[in-house]
């Protein structure tokens, strides 16, 4: 395999890599509530084996992010709009932001 030939670091980050490069090609006006999601769920996954020890504001990050991902795919099924303001918050969790929000968990 080609990805074999790539360095370890590389390879053990591929993800949050190309999260932030997806990311910043793909969201430049404003992040889908598909991505919001995704975005929410992986940070959700990637920080749980920290829950116990995460500074409290990063919890409600996290969690408000576990919210927002929850109503988008609720709208997004049920096949309604959301106000201006949750697609601006939904910035936070971009995959920009998620991506190098899910670097840093690799250096804990």
Not at 10 to 35: C, D, Q, W
Not at 53 to 60: A, D, N, S, T, V
Not at 67 to 95: D, H, K, V
Request: glycine content about 6%; some cysteine.
């Amino acid at each position: 395999m080609i990805l074999e030939l790539a360095p370890q670091w590389l390879i053990a980050n591929i993800g949050a890599v190309s999260l932030i490069l997806l990311g910043h090609l793909a969201e430049r006006r404003f992040v889908s509530r598909t991505s919001i999601f995704a975005n929410g769920i992986a940070l959700n996954i990637n920080y749980l084996p920290f829950s116990k020890i995460l500074p409290f504001y990063l919890g409600l990050y996290l969690d408000a992010g576990l919210l927002m991902a929850l109503l988008s795919i609720i709208s997004y099924a049920r096949r309604t709009s959301m106000p201006e303001w949750f697609y601006q918050l939904g910035l936070l969790y971009s995959s920009v932001a998620v991506g190098c929000l899910i670097l840093v968990v690799r250096f804990f």
